[in-house]
């Protein structure tokens, strides 16, 4: 029998500590006005310097958990999309794991910054239609302040912290309910547009995000509405069969553009940008949670998921809810 990847429920969390463009005015040489215009953001979450991206996840994971009405024995799998793990290793997924008490099972961390989610989502997939695992909490979790140049001012104004989460159910028999395709992409030849200037293998430090802002966008909006077209063809569905796009939230004018190219009205893009900065891999789980606990993303609609991010990688993903 045929087997779909169903979303039982979601769940998110966001540190308590806003910080303004106005507080960012007192750190680097910015101004409320240059973030805005070029990036769309307001503000963003910054987390406790004892709060571990792991503590977040464990929030946004129990949020979903609480939500299914769900046990955490009768999950099987724990995959965490993260930039920003706690240590090398061992991975995010496992302190999730313990915290929750969760028992042995398949746990790992996901490795594709911006487009993190999305890559967790599919390889969750995969394993529920090859009948591998029935019931895994998918999770992008960030702390990015943690590796933010904080005298860099056309990075650290543009990044956040925060988590997502939602359960993947498989489900058999009727309805039309589930993941219906993912489109993951990487090339490594566009992988010195966007970096950190360390790691374990190298400087022994995690090192701090530099980014070439301008190659990055020219390459964001083309690639997102490549992936986005492809997987609207592949399914014979163009964008009016669409209810809501939520997009990562690089950036507002890279969702603009994206939108306009896939003729997509704003109305349908679900937007947090200007609340939550770039918050990586946890910014597309953010922003659907969000729109489903206020009911505008509702039962039997079409949803699309976009990202992109370091490597370059980029990725979509249809989904019915
Ligand atoms: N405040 C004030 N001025 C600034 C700031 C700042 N925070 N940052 C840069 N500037 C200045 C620059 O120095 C430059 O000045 P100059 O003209 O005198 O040299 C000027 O503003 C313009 O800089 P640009 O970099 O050309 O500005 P741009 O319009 O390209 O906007 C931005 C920059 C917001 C970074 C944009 O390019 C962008 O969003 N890029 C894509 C980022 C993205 O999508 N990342 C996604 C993946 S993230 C990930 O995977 C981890």
Same mark, same amino acid.
């Given at each position: 029998?045929?087997?779909?990847s #169903? ?6 969390y ?6 303004t &463009? ?25 987390a406790?310097? &004892?709060?571990?991206?792991s503590d ?15 046990k955490?024995?009768?999950i099987d799998? +724990? ?12 991975? #995010? ?9 969760i ?11 911006c487009?993190?989610?999305?890559y ?8 529920i239609?090859a ?5 895994i909490l ?18 650290? /104004? ?8 939602? +359960?993947?159910?498989?489900q058999?028999?009727e309805?039309t309910s589930?993941?219906?395709s993912?489109?993951?992409y990487?090339?490594?030849r ?37 992936? #986005? ?12 069969d669409?209810?809501?796009l ?11 553009a ?10 349908k893009?679900? /937007?947090? #940008?200007?609340?939550?900065? &770039?918050?990586?891999?946890a910014?597309?789980p ?6 489903v606990?206020?009911?505008?993303i509702?039962?039997g ?10 490597g370059?990688t ?6 019915r809810i």
């Amino acid at each position: 029998m045929k087997i779909r990847s #169903v979303i039982r429920a979601t769940g998110s969390y966001l540190p308590e500590r806003i910080m303004t &463009n106005a507080d960012l005015e007192n750190v680097v040489d910015t101004s409320d006005e240059w973030i805005r215009q070029r990036s769309g953001i307001k503000e963003r979450r910054i987390a406790g310097e &004892n709060e571990k991206t792991s503590d977040l996840a464990v929030n946004a994971a129990r949020a979903a958990l609480d939500r299914a009405g769900m046990k955490a024995s009768e999950i099987d799998g +724990i995959i965490v999309a993260t930039t920003t793990p706690d240590q090398t290793f061992p991975s #995010v997924a496992v302190s999730v794991q313990k915290t929750l008490d969760i028992p042995v099972c398949t746990a790992f961390d996901v490795q594709a910054v911006c487009s993190g989610f999305v890559y967790a989502l599919s390889i969750a997939d995969n394993f529920i239609k090859a009948g591998q695992l029935k019931r895994i909490l998918v999770i992008g979790a960030e702390k990015m302040s943690a590796i933010l140049n904080w005298e860099d001012r056309t990075t650290c /104004v543009l990044f956040g912290d925060g988590a997502g989460a939602l +359960i993947l159910e498989a489900q058999t028999g009727e309805g039309t309910s589930g993941i219906i395709s993912s489109h993951l992409y990487a090339d490594g030849r566009l992988k010195d547009l966007l970096y950190t200037d360390g790691g374990p293998g190298t400087t022994g430090q995690s090192g701090h995000i530099v980014m070439h802002g301008r190659e990055v966008f020219k390459h964001a909006v083309n690639l997102m509405a490549q992936v #986005v077209e492809e997987a609207l063809e592949t399914n014979g569905l163009t964008a009016a069969d669409v209810e809501w796009l939520v997009p990562h939230q690089a950036n507002i004018r890279i969702i603009e553009a994206t939108a306009k190219k896939l003729k997509l009205p704003m109305d349908k893009v679900i /937007v947090t #940008v200007e609340r939550h900065g &770039n918050t990586s891999a946890a910014s597309i789980p953010l922003a659907f949670d969000e729109a489903v606990r206020d009911g505008r993303i509702k039962p039997g609609q079409t949803v699309l998921f976009e990202a992109m991010g370091g490597g370059l990688t980029w990725a979509a993903s249809l989904v019915r809810i």
